[in-house]
């Protein structure tokens, strides 16, 4: 009798610690989406046996970022939530329905980390949800381009706004059916720069490749730019028709400029012997005519004596 009554004893006890001690999930969710996309981290707990008051009820999801920093995405306390992520929210509605699910709205390469949601019933439940952040890379290559004879050409592939870092560019020469890899004969070459972080996260990088105009046999050729990237599922290949072009011709054909070289010579002479007429005229000395006077002059009476000077110009005289 009383070993039945010590296993009721321990039974309560039991009982007790299973209501008290709460749950927890021992595995961790991944979860990948893409950037600009809406996404809800699950967070289910045991299901209510009785209808609690809101002040009893406590939603707290934080998040340990990709440098080991935690803060407080969302609460939800005394009734009331407190949203510190911008776009983040509970659905008060789920919550009666054990669901403390976090939604994310227009995700961001800064939301990338580790979520444990932690439940209050006055249960304690926690559970984690590991979320990764992708975004697609832009890639940006013209469809065409020239060479001129003789010269080199170098075309841009410009890859922008990728996360993560990582990722992978080749080139390649489309021969016909033939596929060869760029940058291992002395007539092309391949240049990677180092990828450049963004203010908003994501990365971005250039490659470029530098033909000859004598590797382009037949004159034309097609150069493929081969991007690889977590979030391409197989590589991304876009290419460029590269034609050699001639040299430019001279603006003026040979008779053309020796018509202008005539032409500009006759100007010339007509300006020199113009100048030199203008000088000469300048230069000598002015002529003057005999002095004109009255037929008859008086004593002690003013008279006018004239005479006339030609090829004076601007300079000044003195007549005495």
């Not at 669901?99 to 979520?115: C, I, K, M, P, R």
């Not at 439940?119 to 832009?138: G, K, M, N, Q, W």
């Not at 040979?254 to 000469?280: E, K, R």
Request: proline residues 4%; contains cysteine.
């Amino acid at each position: 009798m009383q070993h039945l009554q010590n296993m009721k004893v321990m039974i309560k006890v039991m009982l007790i610690v299973c209501h008290c001690g709460g749950s927890s999930s021992d595995t961790t969710r991944q979860l990948s989406v893409l950037v600009g996309a809406d996404v809800t981290l699950g967070c289910l707990f045991d299901k209510l046996s009785r209808l609690v008051e809101w002040s009893a009820l406590t939603v707290e999801w934080n998040v340990v970022d990709t440098h080991a920093e935690k803060s407080v995405v969302y609460t939800f306390e005394d009734g009331r939530a407190h949203v510190n992520r911008e776009g983040s929210e509970v659905d008060r509605m789920q919550l009666l329905q054990s669901d403390a699910s976090l939604q994310l709205h227009n995700v961001t390469v800064g939301d990338e980390g580790l979520y444990s949601c932690r439940i209050i019933t006055p249960v304690v439940y926690t559970e984690t949800t590991s979320l990764e952040v992708l975004a697609r890379p832009s890639v940006l290559l013209p469809e065409k381009a020239a060479v001129t004879e003789g010269e080199e050409k170098t075309i841009q592939c410009d890859i922008t706004g990728f996360y993560p870092e990582k990722l992978a560019v080749t080139w390649l020469i489309l021969n016909g059916s033939r596929t060869v890899l760029a940058g291992l004969s002395p007539l092309s070459r391949v240049c990677t720069e180092m990828a450049i972080h963004n203010a908003d996260g994501t990365f971005s990088i250039r490659s470029g490749i530098t033909m000859h105009s004598s590797a382009v046999k037949g004159g034309e050729m097609s150069l493929m730019c081969q991007v690889e990237h977590k979030t391409y599922s197989r590589p991304y290949n876009t290419s460029v028709t590269l034609t050699v072009q001639a040299p430019p011709q001279p603006v003026y054909s040979d008779v053309t400029l020796i018509a202008l070289t005539s032409v500009t010579s006759l100007l010339l002479v007509s300006a020199a012997i113009g100048g030199a007429l203008l000088l000469y005229a300048y230069l000598s000395p002015p002529s003057v005519s005999e002095i004109s006077k009255p037929s008859i002059v008086y004593a002690q009476v003013q008279t006018d004596l004239r005479c006339t000077i030609r090829g004076a110009g601007q300079r000044e005289l003195r007549v005495r």
